[in-house]
């Protein structure tokens, strides 16, 4: 069976001062990323010039943050991990393991981030003290406060080591997503030409041609989306909407909105796979011609008259399409000539006269597939990390009592 024990039994309070600065690392709490470097999180330094008044805590000992958060709304209680040691302000209440250790340290960390102990943290908060965002509560009724743990200090051990592991899992999929990132962001500049070249820096072996300047306008058509009525929207049939394009570079067909069409409608603005949806009008400047390509015919189906078709006669290779339009050189071009109203807009003119810079039909399949496949990378990494976030959820919430 597990048993209840005060907190105090388990734990010693740690009230060292950093008189010798020892350290001359300021740290804080952040309930996502435990105890920080304040320069790192803040991107300042908060606390005073002098620390020596300051509690000096070391690796492996505990803090309880008191201030209140969305994401912590009883405060966080983390340990120190990342630092051989630090100092906090005298607000934080400090903690380390008993010496004869009745407690494994890696279940303290996995219990402190359920739920579990806001409970008691909510009996002891005295009235009021949500007073800017600072909970009063007393050290030594913060000791007072109980927990249930397993009597074997193995089961103790197996539960801190599986909610490590899943951490370290989840840290090593959000890591591989920005490495791909990064990557994807460096690749883009170097995989196609800067300003005033005919070649980009970084190819793939066998192409050697110049790449062709052109207009988007001879590459293809363009046209402007329709206008709905109020009464029109949420019935009816598929319909793209600017929520479609800002941040995908491809529109998600599963996920289309609603609005009523006749038959002539349904023809004038239908949508057929390699089409390109271009933002017509938005509040933000960088969303104002933001582009996401059609991935299949799309049956009667029309678009927002805040969105811009633009059908490609020329056959450009889709995936190339898809990376084309949010190369910095395009991008600028569309914001440098944004109009300014209430919203950010840009006409299918602008877009007729967009400059564009294009290799040969194979070479543009062999760029398409190279980014394509790190988007999907990305989208890989994101999608284990959601999984093992939510494995790590609904065991907090089962692994305890």
Known sequence: DWEQRKLVDLVDRVTRKNQDLVSELPLT???????????EFFDKRVASKDVSGYYLIENGEFAYNKSTSTDAPWGAIKRLDRYKNGV????YIVFGIKEN????SDFLVSYYSTNLWHKGIHEIAAEGARNHGLLNIAPADFFETKLMIPQDIEEQKKIGKYFEELERLI???QRKCEETKTLKKY???????????????IRFSGFTEDWEQRKLGELGSLKNGMNFSKEAMGIGFPFVNLQNIFGNNVIDVTNLGKAMASDSQLKDY????GDVLFVRSSVKLEGVGEAALVPQNLENTTYSGFIIRFRDEYGLDNNFKR????????????????TNSANKNISQTVLENLCLKI????EQEKIGLYFSNLDHLITLHQHKCEELQNIKKFMLKNMFI
Do not use: C, W
């Not at 239908?270 to 796979?273: K, V």
């Open 323 to 338: 990376f084309l339009f949010g190369i910095e050189s395009v991008r600028n071009q569309i914001m440098a000539q944004a």
């Open 359 to 362: 290799p040969n039909k194979s």
């Open 29 to 39: 709490i952040s309930a996502q990323y435990g105890l920080i470097d304040q320069n």
């Open 187 to 201: 690749m883009l500049q170097k995989m196609f030409p800067q300003n005033g070249h005919s070649v980009p820096e």
């Open 270 to 273: 239908n949508l057929l796979n």
């Open 101 to 104: 250790n009745p407690v494994d």
């Open 88 to 91: 906090l302000s005298t607000l």
């Open 171 to 173: 840290t090593l999929h």
